[in-house]
Structure formats: C-alpha cells, structure tokens
Nanobody, 116 residues
Framework: QVQLVESGGGLVQPGGSLRLSCAAS????????MSWYRQAPGKERALVAD????????NYADSVKGRFTISRDNGKNMVYLQMNSLKPEDTAEYYC?????????WGQGTQVTVSS
C-alpha cells in the first residue's frame, strides 16, 4: 500500500536550518508530483511547496520563497524540503503529500519548532 514517512523535524533556533525527508513506497514515485504541507496549531493545513514528477518544476508559498527548497530523488523514492533562515512562524507539523490519480496520500507528519 501507499506509504509516506517523514523525518528530519526538530527544535531549531531562529535563523537555523533543517532538512525534512519523505520516504515513499507503494506507488510509482517517478510518475507523480509531490508536495509539502504544514499545519500550525489552530490553523488550517497549507501548501508549502510542490514539485513535478520529474523535478523540473517547483512551486512555493510566498511565505517561504527564497528560504525553502523542495527537491526529489526518483532513484531513491525520496522528496526533501531544505528549510533555511527559519522563523518562529514556520513552527508547524509538516506533512508529505503524494498527488496520486484518484486521490492523494499523506504521511504522518514531522514536527518543526523554531524557538530560542
């Protein structure tokens, strides 16, 4: 079955960096676009970034442009989110999402906390 497993979250100081990873299995990874979403307490889940199946096209939320980079390795069935210059407002649960035909699939999430 489809499985997405995120890792790499944690506590980081403002201005710091983290790299999130998502390991995908159970579907033809190279055929599908992938996304990262985040959900802060009391807020709706929101798109952070997405990447086309080939990796040739990316899209970012305005709030993270210039600071975050999404990438993928189709040989390893992995998608990444490099997060630099982190701010307290980036604190959230981060989710990996696979844009599958007929519906999407979510990972379990990884917590990112930006605090001094």
């Amino acid at each position: 079955q489809v499985q997405l497993v995120e890792s790499g979250g944690g506590l980081v100081q403002p201005g710091g960096s983290l790299r999130l990873s998502c390991a995908a299995s159970g579907f033809r990874f190279s055929s599908y676009a992938m996304s990262w979403y985040r959900q802060a307490p009391g807020k709706e889940r929101a798109l952070v970034a997405d990447i086309s199946n080939s990796g040739g096209s990316t899209n970012y939320a305005d709030s993270v442009k210039g600071r975050f980079t999404i990438s993928r390795d189709n040989g390893k069935n992995m998608v990444y989110l490099q997060m630099n210059s982190l701010k307290p407002e980036d604190t959230a649960e981060y989710y990996c999402y696979a844009r599958l035909v007929g519906g999407g699939a979510w990972g379990q999430g990884t917590q990112v906390t930006v605090s001094s």
